[in-house]
């Protein structure tokens, strides 16, 4: 096999490649022969990584991870169609069928609980509990202008067209795509199985900030507590309905009627937490940030009386100089008219300091 050998600028070009990406075999030897068919196992690639070993250097090799995807066992489809009902969601069906792995934080991104509700969506079409109808599937948020837009323009009663944009919301837009790419805001939707519930949080989080460019990090998690709260206090309607229904179902029978009624203040209570809490942060967030926008505004009001200054004083340059202009053209004129001769002067009957 023909051995190809490294030219001295090609040795010297590696080297700073090297550097900046990383020791990265197959992207150095791509871009030091501009040839993306080029790889670590080329010939020209192999003289590369001998030169490398020669120097020294411990080059990296990228390698693909394989991709396993689940599939659910006869057993395991055995027993879902056993205990899933519209009562049940999948998340509790995943919890009855893999109680270990159900245990750990982000089983609802695993392969297996992906593949059971997969598996339940195809096979149980009609007996879709409303309560689980998002679980596993992973909140996807805008990375383009075009979907901020449509989502705003959803939520938030606004008829925005990318092309028809000024400045100020065009910025505003870009600077909620990067408020909805936010670790935390992605986490917290993400653990809504409910749709209803994602699109609530997402909605009331969008309208609460998309004309605000100018948010901390604090305030954004303020935010996303105030969006949590929206949600919860959906819930907790939710609830109070059903725990009325079962009221009125359990007349006559008294012991139940009491603890639905403890049930019923309970819910009452956590529903005026809730109120109070937002209402809290929200005059906390509306507060804060009025403040630091009458202090920009200062600022620049004070920047503005400085350029004004500064332009009252270059006008005011401008007039004497205009002044020592004029002054040194009727000099000059006046000098002229002293070469003339005495007895046109005398006849003109003016002299240097009368033309001054």
């Keep these: 096999m023909k051995e190809y050998i490294l030219k001295p600028e090609e040795k010297e070009r590696s080297l700073q490649l090297f550097e900046e990406l990383d020791g990265d075999l197959s992207g150095v030897t791509k871009k030091l022969f501009n040839d993306e068919n080029e790889k670590g196992s080329t010939v020209r690639g192999r003289a590369l990584r001998k030169y490398w070993i020669e120097e ?9 991870k394989r991709v396993v995807k689940h599939f659910l066992t006869d057993e395991e489809k055995s027993f879902v169609k056993q205990h899933y009902c519209p009562e049940v969601t999948k998340l509790e069906v995943g919890q009855l069928l893999w109680p270990k792995d159900s245990k750990s934080k982000g089983f609802p991104e ?49 008829e925005f067209e990318s092309e028809k944009m000024n400045l ?34 997402e909605s009331e989080y969008i309208r609460s900030t998309w004309d605000k460019p100018d948010l901390t990090s604090d305030e ?31 007349e006559g029978q008294n012991d139940l ?9 309970t819910k009452a209570e956590e529903y005026n937490q809730c109120i109070n809490r937002i ?27 400085l350029v004004q200054l500064f332009q009252d004083e270059e ?27 005495d007895w046109k002067a005398r006849v003109l009957g003016v002299s240097k300091e009368d033309a001054i």
């Excluded at 795509?177 to 749709?195: C, D, E, H, K, M």
């Excluded at 009627?257 to 203040?265: I, P, V």
């Excluded at 505004?297 to 009386?305: K, L």
């Excluded at 004129?333 to 002293?338: I, P």
């Design 56 to 64: 020294g250097l411990s080059y990296k090799i990228k390698v693909k």
């Design 110 to 158: 695993t392969d297996k609980f992906i593949a059971l509700c997969e598996y339940i969506t195809k096979e149980f079409p009609a007996a879709i509990n409303m309560r689980d109808d998002a679980a596993g599937e992973k909140y996807t948020p805008p990375r383009i202008l075009s979907t901020a837009i449509k989502r705003l323009n959803k939520v938030a009663s606004t």
């Design 168 to 201: 100020r919301d065009r910025k505003c837009i870009e600077k909620l795509i990067t408020y909805l790419n936010a670790p935390r805001f992605v986490q917290v939707i993400g653990s809504y199985v409910t749709r209803q519930s994602r699109e609530l949080f």
């Design 220 to 250: 954004l998690n303020l935010y996303v507590n105030v969006c949590m709260d929206y949600v919860n206090i959906k819930e907790i309607e939710q609830q109070k309905q059903k725990l009325n229904l079962m009221f009125d179902d359990t």
């Design 257 to 265: 009627t009491m603890r639905l009624t403890e049930m019923l203040k």
């Design 279 to 305: 209402d809290k942060m929200l005059a906390k967030l509306n507060g804060e940030r009025a403040k630091r926008v009458a202090n920009q505004q200062q600022r620049n009001a004070s920047v503005i009386s």
């Design 315 to 341: 006008e005011r340059k401008l007039m004497i100089k205009m002044a020592d202009m004029q002054k040194q053209a009727v000099r000059k004129e006046a000098d002229e008219v002293e070469k003339m001769s």
